[in-house]
């Protein structure tokens, strides 16, 4: 599967961003969001099963975004909402053909396609 993510940039806190992933290639099971910070471990943001749109989030973005899925544009989308200056990262989506029960959804070691990742920053 081939991944292009997009939609990153630079916003100010409160504010609102949201991220596209298009998936090309072979069938999709799943498709998550991770990000990563400078000096920090890469991290699960948020996930979203092909099949029934099942999703789950990272408690530090729950409630502030939101996942889904066009499956005609094979497309996931993320919307963040009420930014901080803590979401600034590259963020990644990557895919899997398998489709994970919910609560696999945020292991990473499912995952196997990765996208080149999109940056957002939130000034202060």
């Known amino acids: 599967v081939q991944l292009q993510a997009s939609g990153g940039g630079l916003v100010q806190a409160g504010g609102s961003l949201r991220l596209s992933c298009a998936a090309s290639?072979?069938?999709?099971?799943?498709i998550a969001w991770f990000r990563q910070a400078p000096g920090k471990e890469r991290e699960f943001v948020s996930a979203?099963?092909?099949?029934?749109?099942?999703?789950r989030y990272a408690d530090s973005v729950k409630g502030r975004a939101t996942i889904s899925r066009d499956r005609v544009k094979r497309t996931a989308y993320l919307q963040l909402n009420s930014l901080k200056p803590e979401d600034t990262a590259v963020y990644y989506c990557?895919?899997?053909?398998?489709?994970?029960?919910?609560?696999?959804?945020?292991?990473?070691?499912?995952?196997?396609?990765w996208g080149q990742g999109t940056l957002v920053t939130v000034s202060s």
């Open positions: 979203i099963r092909w099949s029934d749109s099942a999703s």
């Open positions: 290639g072979r069938t999709l099971g799943a």
């Open positions: 990557t895919s899997t053909t398998s489709s994970p029960i919910t609560g696999s959804l945020a292991r990473e070691e499912w995952y196997d396609s």
